[in-house]
């Protein structure tokens, strides 16, 4: 129900369905742009959903059901031998079905011995079980009775049977005739015996299945073709060959079922033509996914692909041909559809493997994911060809489902690294706008401020520095009680001067006096003007400083900006707060560090730092970090703050060595 609820919402944002109203074209516009997250989360969701279908699947494909009755053995005879001699039936077993064909016969006949009903048995009505019968006439009789006719007059020549017995028929034998147009006859697999309800179940489980995952990579691939109009041109080529390549594996698993064959064997033609356009659509749509997700430029994928293309493009007008002389030419196609169609088969899977190898070996960490799953599909898919063609074609293929398995989980893999990548672009991008942001209003107001900073400093400063004196003049001549207000007065004008000072700094931070400083020195100066107002606070101050770090600046501005940082510290300590000052070589720069464990910021106020008039101290003016900024810009450094809330801030420093 999750999965579905997740499905409906993927869906329903793909199609840009909404509860507000708005215009047309803004919300055009925003469903082509959100289309790509959409899909993705989309064939997420459902690679997800075929996995599990495949990891449901049972372990054992041919396993029994534990009450049944396994029959290993039983008699073969070709029919061009003597029908009535009994002495010319040959034993056989599962490992070894099919005994030597001299007369190249076409025709054979099985007899299955029935083991008797035991005390034990409690079926309410028996029944025999026959995993892989090859032929296309076939006939069953238990004893004298017919129970069961089929004739397929096409290539399809692989039955699953499941019959119903009666008790009286355990005990005696089963007959089979098999006639076929192929090179492919008898029982390959293992025969069973048991209730016939319950054995039933067991029996077709793993192909109702497989036909599951099929219907479902159907259905899959169809979604992702139709959401190929929202995609745009440059991701066509690969999005329309992965569709191709999910929803032609989809029908190849199945067409190749038995179970179309067996309850619609009537169609049986339309299944095989369908399983033949598959294959042939399936090898050009992976060779081009698989150049196109690499980026390959090697010649040699290019080639295969091309071979490929023409051959499949080939393959189709002869299966065409083949429809419409109604089958005359069978054997024709059969050559190039199987034999010549499995080399170049093999052939492409070992270029593709190879190239994965290569992709490999550069250590690119999506491509090695993608080529471990590909290279396993491609390794069973060979596997089984070769297996099929050593048998002389009497293989049932089966574990290229297990290929295709470890190929949707390297799939799913890249697709889940691709979500994290994208989604830590999207928060590394909004982050670095946002600071870009930030960086372009603060540097509008510091051009505004600074343009206006000189000019009131200095209308501001004499009229300040006239009434100080006057004030002063006043203080001596007056009384106990107004000199005390006068001194009050005094303190703020004087506060009003610093102020003007920070602005003066703030609007004209040129270094008149540049030498090369050792930081050691600097900082054991600042560290001794500041020390007593830490210890007041109840904190501490902690230099580590080595010797040999030098930077080139002005002393006094140095110290200014320093100092404003280290007070700032100070008055953010609570209780016994430590601040810790360290520095260091890295490359071409000088690396300070100050930290402390105050009250800390949060991102709104860090990302406010230096902004004028911004402070996060009830009488603070913001000027003290707006003057350091300065001072630490035309000195040619960086400064970098690191704060969390109730834990403490930490201020990083970058200048140029002067070494």
């Known amino acids: 129900m999750l999965l579905f609820r997740e499905f409906c919402h993927i869906f329903e944002r793909m199609l840009g369905f ?148 009666e008790r009286s028929d355990l005990g005696g034998s089963v007959y089979v005739k098999v006639d076929t147009l192929s090179d492919r006859i008898g029982i390959h697999d293992r025969i069973e015996l048991n209730n016939y309800t319950d054995g039933l179940y067991q029996f077709y489980k793993i192909d109702w299945l497989d036909l599951m995952l099929g219907g479902s990579l159907v259905f899959f691939g169809t979604i992702m073709l139709l959401c190929s109009t929202l995609l745009r041109r440059s991701y066509l080529a690969r999005w329309i060959s992965l569709s191709l390549v999910i929803f032609t594996t989809g029908t190849l698993i199945v067409t190749f079922s038995p179970l179309p064959y067996t309850f619609f064997s009537q169609y049986g033609t339309v299944w095989l033509t369908i399983f033949d356009c598959s294959l042939y659509v399936f090898l050009p749509s992976l060779a081009i996914f698989i150049e196109k997700a ?50 170049v088969m093999i052939s492409l899977f070992a270029v593709l493997i190879t190239t994965t190898v290569v992709y490999a070996i550069k250590k690119n960490r999506d491509a090695l994911i993608m080529c471990t799953g590909f290279a396993l599909f491609a390794l069973t898919a060979i596997g089984e060809l070769v297996f099929f063609y050593g048998k002389s074609k009497n293989y049932d293929i089966f574990l290229w489902k297990w290929g295709l398995l470890c190929f949707i989980v390297a799939f799913i893999i890249i697709l889940t690294r691709g979500f994290a990548r994208d989604h830590e672009k999207v928060v590394r991008y909004s982050k670095e706008l946002e600071l870009f942001n930030n960086r372009l209003q603060r540097q509008e107001k510091m051009e505004i401020i600074s343009e206006l900073a000189a000019s009131v400093a200095h209308e501001v400063r004499n009229p300040l520095q006239v009434t100080r004196g006057f004030l002063q003049l006043l203080r001596e001549t007056a009384e106990e009680k107004p000199k005390k207000y006068l001194g009050f007065a005094m303190d703020e004008l004087d506060r009003a001067s610093e102020i003007i000072t920070d602005f003066l700094t703030f609007a004209k931070p040129q270094l008149d006096d540049i030498t090369v400083l050792s ?138 060595s002067a070494d």
Not at 24 to 53: H, Y
Not at 94 to 100: K, L, T
Not at 589 to 599: E, L, M, R, S, T
């Open 519 to 656: 930081l050691s020195a600097e900082f054991e100066h600042i560290e001794g003007i500041l020390r007593p107002m830490a210890n007041i606070q109840g904190g501490d101050i902690r230099v580590q400083l080595p010797t040999g770090l030098y930077v080139k600046g002005n002393s006094s501005k140095l110290k200014q900006a320093f100092v404003n940082m280290v007070k700032n510290s100070i008055e953010a300590l609570e209780d016994e707060g430590v601040i810790q000052i360290w520095a260091y070589r890295e490359r071409e720069d000088v690396v300070i560090h100050i930290k402390d464990n105050g009250a800390g910021m949060d991102e709104h106020e860090l990302s406010r730092l230096g902004e004028p008039y911004f402070s996060s101290k009830s009488k603070g003016t913001g000027l003290g970090l707006m003057v350091t900024f300065r001072i630490i810009e035309v000195m040619q450094g960086k400064i970098e703050f690191k704060s969390t809330k109730g834990v403490g801030t930490e201020a990083i420093i970058r200048f140029p």
């Open 294 to 343: 690499l980026d390959s430029q090697s010649n040699i994928i290019a080639y295969s692909r091309k071979v490929t293309v023409a051959y499949s493009s080939f393959c189709i007008a002869l299966l065409a041909f083949n429809l419409a002389t109604t089958s005359k030419y069978i054997s024709i196609y059969y050559f190039f559809s199987l034999t010549v169609l499995g080399i």
């Open 18 to 165: 909404t509860r507000s109203p708005g215009n047309l074209q803004q919300n055009t516009a925003k469903l082509r742009g959100d289309a790509m997250n959409n899909i993705r989360s989309f064939i997420l969701v459902s690679l997800l959903a075929v996995l599990l279908c495949l990891i449901a699947a049972p372990k054992a494909v041919h396993a029994g059901s534990a009450s049944g009755i396994a029959i290993q053995e039983w008699q073969f005879r070709w029919e061009s031998e003597p029908v009535r001699n009994p002495d010319k039936w040959s034993g056989v077993t599962v490992s070894d079905p099919i005994p030597a064909n001299p007369a190249n016969a076409t025709s054979a006949r099985i007899k299955i011995d029935l083991p008797k009903a035991g005390p034990d048995t409690a079926w309410n009505q028996p029944g025999i079980f026959i995993d892989q019968l090859y032929g296309h006439h076939i006939q069953i009789f238990a004893g004298e009775r017919l129970i069961y006719e089929t004739s397929r007059n096409y290539a399809y020549d692989v039955h699953k049977i499941a019959l119903p017995l």
